[in-house]
């Protein structure tokens, strides 16, 4: 994995007490660990645009798994690309049982900060993990 200190939600991750991030190749290289579990966390980037930004605002503001089935129950398929106008920055564990969602806007050039950290763990994180399609079971 990217060295988890080196990603914008780096911060949040590191400072998780269900995380474990254990350094090999001298230092170089992290593996990052969802502890419940024991399982890898891996990292991924998306972008998204259109409709899709809505989405992601509605995730990122849900206050229940309620709210992430209602989304999921839409069937709004995110709209993907290989640049737009929001970029999320994703760890999500190999068993989908955590989940870190950050996003950014593109504003006068670059990607801004939108909000903090999300951390969605158990069955809601897994919810998060097929809404945003990311079925990658490693």
Known sequence: MTKISSLGIGD????????????????????VFYTPTGKKINYHEMY?????????DNLMHSESAEEIDDLLKSR???ETSSNGNER?????????????????????YIYRKLNDVRIFEGETAQKVAELLNLNFIH
């Open 88 to 108: 999320l920055e994703v760890c999500l564990s190999d068993d989908q049982n955590f989940a870190a969602i950050q996003t950014y806007r593109y504003e006068g």
């Open 76 to 78: 709004t398929k995110l």
């Open 48 to 56: 998204v645009k259109g409709k899709s930004c809505a989405i992601i």
């Open 12 to 31: 949040a991750m590191a400072s998780h007490p269900h995380i474990d991030i254990k350094k090999r190749w001298f230092g170089i290289k992290e593996d």
